[in-house]
């Protein structure tokens, strides 16, 4: 296991891999000071990039991105009020620091415990992988196929206000997945006689349909500019007392970015919920909690520690069960797929030096992401000011590009704006689009492991004792969830009567 | 009966899940079986958002089936603020129309330009076009233009060496 982490830390280190981490620690930045761009849409276009790359090169790529995504993202929401999505807690005492003329040190308490949180994930990661190993050895086809539907149930957990409207988009993305020909029966289903569909629609071209494609049709609409006030008054001093603050509140700071860390592994509970959770938990813990909301510094280091932490604990399903806990990061299971690499057991196995090489471009790229942040605070929060007319060429060269590059067809751009128009739509009518990727990403996955388990076992695979716990964890989440949405249901109609 | 763009849009789950299963149907056993565990219920699950969303709609009239429906009234008061918030999203949702068009003008512009010209060419071309029309200056135009498309050609053309899709234009003209 050490050799695989030194292994892990040369391999970051050579200068190819090192480069490729460089040079997409600006993009994560850039798109997470973007409302409504995020680290998603970002994957979405990074990964063509990386058909043929060595997986330790596309790793460093995409990661070295999706790391510092959270890292850019309080910076809009102290200066201007206009959060994105995780960073929505931020906002809660930014933007009163930013409203009191300590814009400055909201920043630098922001990006330091963002820093902090990012490498504490990290090692988290690094902690849990031996854990993890031996469980994942022990499990064979009927396991994964529940580790699928345990996954799938997570579908619930991402619906947000319409579990319905979840399960259809779920149920959408399962059915995209099964287009093309079926390796069991050797039977071309739902290609409609078109030659393009035999081989199934590359997931590439449908993620940046339903989110590329689909942001530049609202960018479109709205027109403006990102950011909806004035770039009157971006202030930039204070950073270091607010660097400081972080460590001054050094037990927060670590035990936010733990509790980060351990929401992130728990598939489909998401950034958002790690990040209001450690708000809360500041709160609860706080000496003097009345002066949260009007602009104390706490407010802005305890849901940042664990935006950033929560990537490390995501990446642990992924990587180990192809149990994606997030949007983000079921969109970097279809990179593993474009890479030529299955998750789980081979990776902590074959590829455990991989697997390191993922924590060291974890932890540095928080940290390279905090140091090129502090040094361009004030001009990177200005990108919120250009012009949508500017913006929306670039995202819209780009995503196409990506799309067409998955598979070098035609057909990939018209099933991109097919989706997305399907993914603006989603949008506008609050359908969940996470469960729809989901869908996409386990379906395939659920119906080879199922008809593997029936081969080998039998039905009896569902009576093994693996299978038995998945299937309690399984239906403990289902129960939880219809409980969750009955209570919050009860109290918003006691809310309003 | 005049539907909503959120009807309409639930309409296309339904369409979809219909002919999922229509399709299905023609398959053997193994083949159609989880498309089928997977497309009915979702089929069901869409028809009753179709009535939800129609119910909404309906909540406005205030009628004594729904008030039965409902039980109560401070149900009935919610589903009412429900209703006319989206009735007012509506009203915005209809004003959005015809950027909504446009934008997807724009974009099957760029997708007629690229199948034509290539992306060398429609790259720069349409942001040209997009940001005048905007009310973009000449300057910054020109130099986005540029930029992107100097960025792509040396992302793409000179590190990457990918040979760029290059539209039928210059396909013909090139003799392929």
Request: glycine share 12%.
């Amino acid at each position: 296991m050490v050799e695989a982490l030194i292994n892990g830390l040369l391999i970051t280190l050579q200068w190819k891999t090192f480069l490729m981490m460089m040079i997409t620690i600006p993009i994560g930045l850039i798109l997470g000071i973007l409302p409504g761009v995020g680290g998603k849409v970002g994957l979405a276009i990074l990964i063509p990039f990386c058909f043929g790359w060595k997986p330790e090169m596309a790793f460093a790529f995409l990661l070295g991105m999706h790391a510092v995504v959270h890292t850019g993202s309080p910076i809009p929401a102290i200066l201007f009020n206009t959060p994105d999505g995780p960073a929505a807690a931020t906002c809660l005492d930014g933007y009163p620091m930013a409203q009191k003329g300590e814009a400055g040190r909201a920043m630098g308490a922001a990006l330091a415990s963002s820093g902090v949180g990012g490498v504490v994930g990290a090692v988290c990661m690094a902690l849990t992988i031996p854990v993890v190993r031996p469980l994942v050895l022990a499990f064979g086809p009927p396991e994964f196929f529940m580790m699928t539907i345990v996954g799938l149930t997570f579908i619930s957990v991402m619906s947000g206000d319409s579990l319905i409207k979840g399960l259809m988009a779920g149920g959408m993305g399962m059915v995209i997945s099964f287009v093309g020909m079926d390796p069991q029966t050797g039977v071309v289903r739902f290609a409609f006689n078109q030659l393009y569909l035999f081989d199934g629609i590359n997931i590439v071209t449908i993620v940046i349909g339903i989110f590329a494609m689909a942001e530049v049709i609202d960018m479109g609409i709205k027109g403006g500019s990102i950011a909806h006030t004035q770039a009157e008054d971006v202030k930039g001093a204070g950073v270091w007392q607010g660097i400081k603050d972080t460590f001054i509140h050094w037990k927060l700071t670590l035990r936010c970015s733990v509790i980060g860390s351990i929401i992130g592994m728990i598939p489909g509970l998401g950034g958002e919920a790690a990040s209001w959770i450690c708000y809360g938990h500041a709160v609860q813990t706080a000496k003097d909690p009345q002066r949260y909301g009007k602009g104390a510094v706490e407010g802005v280091i305890a849901p940042e520690a664990a935006n950033n932490s929560k990537e490390g604990g995501g990446l642990i399903p992924t990587v180990a069960f192809g149990v994606p806990s997030s949007g983000a990061m079921a969109i970097l299971l279809g990179a593993f797929i474009v890479i030529g690499l299955v998750p789980g057991q081979e990776m902590l196995t074959k590829h455990l030096d991989l697997v390191f090489s993922m924590v060291w471009v974890l932890a540095f790229a928080n940290i390279i992401g905090v140091l090129i942040s502090l040094t361009f605070v004030k001009p990177l929060a200005k990108i919120t000011f250009i012009r949508i007319s500017a913006i929306v060429p670039f995202i819209l060269a780009f995503a196409l590009l990506g799309s067409f590059l998955a598979t070098n067809n035609f057909g990939d751009l018209i099933v991109t704006f097919i989706f997305g128009l399907v993914g603006y739509g989603m949008k506008v009518f609050k359908y969940p689009r996470g469960p729809m990727t989901l869908g996409i990403v386990l379906g395939k996955l659920s119906e080879n492991y199922l008809h593997l388990s029936l081969n080998l076992y039998g039905i009896y695979f569902l009576v093994r004792p693996l299978t038995l716990v998945l299937i309690a964890i399984t239906l403990a989440t289902v129960v939880y969830q219809i409980h969750r949405k009955r209570k919050m249901e009860k109290q918003s109609e006691g809310g309003l009567v | 009966m005049k539907l909503r763009s959120q009807s309409l849009f639930t309409l296309f789950y339904i369409f979809f899940f219909v002919i999922v299963i229509i399709g299905a149907m023609g398959y053997n056993a193994k083949a159609r079986l989880i498309p089928l565990v997977v497309a009915i219920p979702c089929l069901a699950m869409s028809i009753i958002q179709f009535t939800l969303d129609s119910r909404k709609k309906k909540v406005k009239g205030r009628s004594i089936e729904d008030d039965l429906f409902h039980g109560v009234m401070e149900k009935m008061i919610h589903q009412e603020v429900i209703a006319t918030e989206d009735e007012k999203k509506g009203k915005k949702r209809s004003g959005k129309a015809k950027p909504f068009f446009k934008i997807v003008l724009w974009l099957l512009f760029f997708y007629v330009s690229v199948f034509l010209f290539g992306f060398l060419i429609t790259i720069p071309l349409f942001t040209i076009l997009f940001m005048r029309s905007k009310g973009e200056r000449w300057l910054p135009t020109f130099s986005c233009a540029a930029g992107l498309w100097l960025t792509i050609y040396l992302a793409f053309v000179v590190a990457a060496r990918i040979s760029l899709y290059e539209g039928l234009v210059f396909r013909l003209f090139g003799g392929e």
